[in-house]
């Protein structure tokens, strides 16, 4: 591990990190994984908003790279193997909900930061 | 680097239109049968799409990362882990004691008690039969309950034919045992209690810690099947007191074809192994590890600690959600199994006044089962709700709704709305329920015979 990781990460780094990995989730193909990727990331980003120590903030940064570079393999062997027919729910239910989870969500994550750092 | 490889597959056609003419890969790229455009055609239904899965105590799908975890083992580092002099037995090894230290760690026991086995059928077998035989001069009785799972059982029954003596605890109307029963059942040569942590048909989680307070006063082995209960409730073998617990794989997102069997050390539990061979995992189960499906296994294990309070959380949520949008459009729900010692992810329905195999045969697009699937083949109602005492008519009725980590509002709803309509599409239909209307009380109708 690099000497760098013990530094908190900026807030355009966080924000950045945010919206790949609601990116990825939208490329999998599987509606039930799909919906999962992109609550948990909005759930887990919303928990560590209020964290102040910088050495727990940076696990919680490194920890969520490490998890965007999982997501975007297993986004690439789920499209491999996709079944021909999907989920009932279908692709164009994602599509739309997606756009505004992370409008909503980046507004509410920059107002969030705005309260952090002053 | 994959990030171009994703954009680039993404962009593609069909995955089918990549293959030449003389790969060898053919058989395993062209479509199934069943699947059409625009829909699925399968033993005479036809469906929109794939169904809605809530049949989370079935089998549970495999979660990214697990799958994550497992691929490399498939690809580059497929070494045996008992080979002892080259880096792919060492690298394989070092894989497994992590995955048993994950494993471990969910139950706070120590690696050392931990045997991988191949499921938890595999687990239940060599507790109740190798304890049993191990120690069969001095015990010959068992205690275990009515609403085990069936491999329990039949182990139980084998037993009973060997000449052992099987007690089979009943359960009351809430799915839980009677603790001062199982207290005057115990004698000085009882060999193993055996109760499952929680039930895989109506989601009853009985009183682990009393039943191991009342072993350890008695110095009676406590054999409990946390096939269900891992990674969903808390388990400490320490609290618990249990001397053997059987884990299994696939129902906490990983792999199938993986179980784990705790075996506690101190006080020493000591038992036959029915798989013989090269002596691998302490004697106890021999044959290769498959490094693949215990790494799954650890990772799935690892995660679970990591996200039971957040999946608990959101499965009652859920639950309620399930509950309520049922109860609130239709009346006559049972709930079988009891409401406060439940553990959320399952919910066990029986609907008055419709039957089980239309009701079933109707909702074609969500998954779900009545009873449980090693149970389904037959024509029998469960003997679980049996045990709970359940008529016959509403036992036919019960239907299982599996909530898992990976379920939505939306497919909760989806399914209420399906249940709603199928069960009053029913009803409409039943001249019973139009009795019953009226103010007839069925249990007095005298049926003449014809």
């Not at chain 2, 002892?84 to 471990?104: D, K, P």
């Not at chain 2, 409730?233 to 059987?246: A, G």
């Not at chain 2, 013989?276 to 498959?290: K, L, Y």
């Not at chain 2, 799954?296 to 294990?301: F, N, S, W």
Request: hydrophobic content about 40%.
């Amino acid at each position: 591990m690099a000497a760098s990781g013990v530094s908190a990460p900026t807030r355009t780094e966080v924000l950045h990190l945010y919206r790949s990995l609601l990116r990825v989730a939208r490329q999998f193909c599987d509606y039930n994984i799909r919906e999962y990727t992109k609550r948990r990331t909005v759930d887990a980003i919303r928990d560590n908003k209020n964290l102040t120590d910088p050495s727990q903030l940076a696990a919680a940064f490194s920890d969520g790279k490490a998890q965007l570079e999982v997501a975007k393999r297993q986004a690439l062997v789920y499209s491999l193997y996709a079944p021909k027919v999907v989920n009932i729910f279908g692709v164009t239910n994602a599509s739309h909900s997606s756009l505004g989870a992370i409008w909503i969500s980046v507004v509410e994550l920059v107002s969030g930061f705005m309260r952090f750092y002053g | 680097m994959a990030s171009l490889l994703l954009r680039q597959s993404l962009t593609k056609t069909k995955p089918t239109a990549i293959i030449r003419r003389f790969s060898t890969a053919a058989a395993l790229a062209s479509p199934t049968e069943y699947e059409e455009p625009t829909g699925i055609t399968m033993k005479g239904v036809k469906i929109p799409g794939r169904p809605l899965y809530l049949d989370m105590q079935a089998t549970t799908p495999v979660d990214p990362r697990v799958l994550d975890s497992m691929l490399p083992f498939y690809l580059s580092r497929y070494g045996n882990p008992h080979s002892r002099t080259h880096l792919y037995g060492w690298e394989s090894e070092t894989a497994v004691e992590t995955a048993r230290a994950q494993v471990a760690a969910l139950i706070g026991a120590s690696p050392k008690e931990i045997v991988f086995t191949s499921g938890a059928t595999e687990s239940n077998n060599i507790s109740v039969k190798g304890v049993m035989h191990f120690y069969k001069e001095k015990k010959r009785h068992v205690i275990t309950t009515q609403t085990e799972h069936k491999c329990v059982l039949d182990s139980c029954r084998h037993l009973q034919q060997e000449g052992f003596e099987v007690t089979y605890l009943p359960v009351g109307s809430d799915g839980l045992v009677d603790l001062d029963r199982l207290r005057k059942e115990i004698r000085p040569d009882t060999g193993l209690v055996s109760i499952m942590a929680v039930n895989n048909e109506i989601g009853v989680v009985q009183p682990v810690e009393e039943i191991g307070k009342i072993c350890k006063e008695f110095n009676v082995p406590f054999h409990t099947d946390a096939a269900q209960a891992l990674g969903k409730i808390k388990v400490d073998v320490e609290k618990w007191n249990v001397s053997l617990m059987s884990l299994s794989g696939h129902k906490i997102y990983g792999p199938k074809g993986i179980g784990a069997l705790y075996m506690r050390r101190r006080p020493r539990i000591r038992v036959e192994p029915q798989m013989n061979g090269g002596g691998q995992e302490r004697g106890i189960r021999s044959g290769t590890v498959p490094t693949p499906l215990v790494v799954g296994m650890g990772t799935a294990c690892e995660l679970a600690m990591k996200e039971m309070e957040y999946d608990e959380k959101r499965i009652k949520g859920l639950q309620e959600r399930l509950l309520n949008g049922i109860r609130e459009k239709i009346d006559g729900v049972v709930v079988n199994g009891s409401m406060d010692r439940r553990y959320v992810g399952n919910l066990n329905l029986s609907f008055a006044y419709v039957e089980g195999e239309s009701l079933l045969m109707g909702l074609k697009e969500v998954a779900v089962s009545s009873g449980s699937a090693c149970t389904s083949a037959s024509l029998e109602p469960s003997y679980v709700l049996r045990a709970l005492g359940v008529d016959e008519d509403m036992a036919h009725t019960s239907i299982r709704f599996g909530i898992g980590r990976f379920t939505t509002e939306e497919e909760i709803d989806k399914a209420v709305e399906l249940t709603v309509k199928q069960v009053e599409k029913l009803r409409e239909m039943s001249p019973l329920y139009e009795m019953v209307k009226e103010g007839i009380d069925i249990k007095q109708i005298q049926w003449a015979q014809h």
